[in-house]
T-cell receptor
């Protein structure tokens, strides 16, 4: 059973389009995250949700909008895609209430904007 | 200056060698220190987790934290080609992970 699953794995789209990435975790964790990893492998936090509530919102363009319908799901919607949005986007989850920093990551969504 | 510095490599060593991977940091409030391993086209996975200073051993892997020097290390003994991956350090004061850039490790058979 996949613990953190993201869809789609690959996404190729044109500039200006709107796209969504979905994430689901079946670990019972209370916190979920979206990370962006650039070509140099640097992981940058974008958003963090705890029990459906936004707790971290780093400086990202407001074209990026996360949505958490329940604590097992965290989706990412991106409007008006730009070339610089090309990266791998990772969803992760953790049990923050136990102060465990054992984040579990999904396999990533490789976004290419052309 | 970044809060966490990590040499991106690549670091290439022969099979069986002892590997040393390192990170330095500037924030003395960091208390939790982690090493994650990331294979190509996969998400990072937690390898080692240490609270405060000291050593922790798990099989061929040893994590060391020296808070006085603001320096953490991951040692891999008897390295295997399957250890080839990117190793990311991460650390936290309380509620948010701060990541290193990752070191790409290549173990040559």
């Amino acid at each position: 059973d996949t613990a953190v699953s993201q869809t789609p794995k690959y996404l190729v789209t044109q500039m200006g389009n709107d796209k969504s990435i979905k994430c689901e975790q079946n670990l019972g964790h209370d916190t979920m995250y979206w990370y962006k990893q650039d070509s140099k492998k640097f992981l940058k936090i974008m958003f963090s949700y705890n029990n459906k509530e936004l707790i971290i919102n780093e400086t990202v363009p407001n074209r990026f909008s996360p949505k958490s319908p329940d604590k097992a799901h965290l989706n990412l919607h991106i409007n008006s895609l730009e070339l610089g949005d090309s990266a791998v986007y990772f969803c992760a989850s953790s049990q923050a209430s136990t102060k465990s920093y054992g984040y579990t990551f999904g396999s990533g969504t490789r976004l290419t904007v052309v | 200056q970044k809060e966490v510095e990590q040499d991106p490599g690549p670091l290439s060593v022969p099979e069986g060698a002892i590997v040393s991977l390192n990170c330095t940091y500037s924030n003395s409030a960091f208390q939790y220190f982690m090493w994650y391993r990331q294979y190509s086209r996969k998400g990072p996975e937690l390898l080692m987790y240490t609270y405060s200073s000291g050593n922790k051993e798990d099989g061929r892997f040893t994590a060391q934290v020296d808070k006085s020097s603001k320096y953490i290390s991951l040692f891999i003994r008897d390295s295997q080609p399957s250890d080839s991956a990117t190793y990311l350090c991460a650390m936290s004061p309380i509620n948010q992970l701060i990541w290193g850039a990752g070191t790409k490790l290549i173990i040559k058979p």
